[in-house]
């Protein structure tokens, strides 16, 4: 007798299982790509944060040791995203419409927090700005703003 995994649940039922329940890991941990990249959702002093595990396959520069700029705009990304979907009531994962990331200095060989805002939601999209840092909040690494597209017309 062969043992069968367990059928994942609709994302639609994770995500309001989580928005209840605040296991963000569920949520993170059923992204493959998030799982990849070390990306996951923390409460951290009453505040969601995404946090950026380092790992040697970050870096971009190996003489600088600096990560690779595709990481840190997939951390902006992915907080936005999580974001979206953990404090409004979206259904369907959003579509990015824009993703405009600037790069603000080299980000070192360690752990990368992000923090997303969304600065105006509508029926069909949400304006969300993010920013990084790594050692002190107010000096961001990086920051972007997107458009998402939330649900089809």
């Not at 380092?54 to 870096?59: E, N, Q, R, T, V």
């Not at 600096?66 to 979907?85: P, V």
């Not at 953990?86 to 060989?109: M, N």
Request: charged share 25%; proline share 6%; with cysteine.
């Amino acid at each position: 007798m062969s043992e069968t995994t367990p059928t994942p649940l609709p994302l639609a039922e994770l995500v309001r299982q989580v928005r209840k329940s605040r296991e963000y890991r569920k949520l993170t941990d059923a992204i493959p790509y998030t799982r990849y990249m070390g990306i996951g959702v923390e409460n951290l002093a009453g505040e969601m944060l995404c946090r950026m595990a380092y790992s040697p396959k970050l870096i971009g520069n190996s003489i600088l040791q600096a990560l690779h700029g595709g990481t840190l705009g997939a951390l902006l990304e992915s907080a936005a995203i999580f974001e979206l979907l953990l404090q409004t009531d979206t259904e369907r994962v959003p579509k990015v419409i824009s993703l405009t990331v600037d790069f603000l200095r080299s980000g070192k060989p360690q752990d990368t927090f992000a923090k997303a805002l969304i600065t105006r939601q509508g029926r069909r999209v949400a304006n969300v700005r993010v920013e990084a840092w790594q050692d002190d909040r107010t000096r961001p690494i990086a920051s972007a703003h997107a458009l998402f597209l939330l649900a089809e017309p």
